[in-house]
Nanobody, 127 residues
Framework: QVQLVESGGGLVQAGGSLRLSCAAS???????MGWFRQAPGKEREFVAAITRIGSITFYADSVKGRFTISRDNAKNTVYLQMNSLKPEDTAVYYCAADPSTTAQAMVTMPSRSVDYWGQGTQVTISS
């Protein structure tokens, strides 16, 4: 069983930066990892994903060029560096892990299909 714990959320002004962390219990080095987000009244949506060894990354068009996903398998931790934040980035951000899919597949797979989720961390961007 894998448990994911996110941290690093908060309130920042538009144009600012935040770095989210996702600490995993259990060995997730062989798992595709990703970040999703859910704004009030909206469905959970894909944000970013990273391959098992961290060599390839995928991003939603809305965050491309502003967000960077990375992972440290020695620490069982995945990060999401978020720069140039916009009010529309406001959401609860969730870490996701799945041993049976690929990072590329996370881009389009239904969020209900992801095996493991964290509890989420709130990110609020003020204008």
């Amino acid at each position: 069983q894998v448990q994911l714990v996110e941290s690093g959320g908060g309130l920042v002004q538009a144009g600012g930066s935040l770095r989210l962390s996702c600490a995993a219990s259990g060995r997730t080095a062989s798992y595709a990892m990703g970040w999703f987000r859910q704004a009030p009244g909206k469905e959970r949506e894909f944000v970013a994903a990273i391959t098992r060894i961290g060599s390839i990354t995928f991003y939603a068009d809305s965050v491309k060029g502003r967000f960077t996903i990375s992972r440290d398998n020695a620490k069982n931790t995945v990060y999401l560096q978020m720069n140039s934040l916009k009010p529309e980035d406001t959401a609860v951000y969730y870490c996701a892990a799945d041993p049976s899919t690929t990072a590329q597949a996370m881009v389009t797979m239904p969020s209900r299909s992801v095996d493991y989720w964290g509890q989420g961390t709130q990110v609020t961007i003020s204008s």
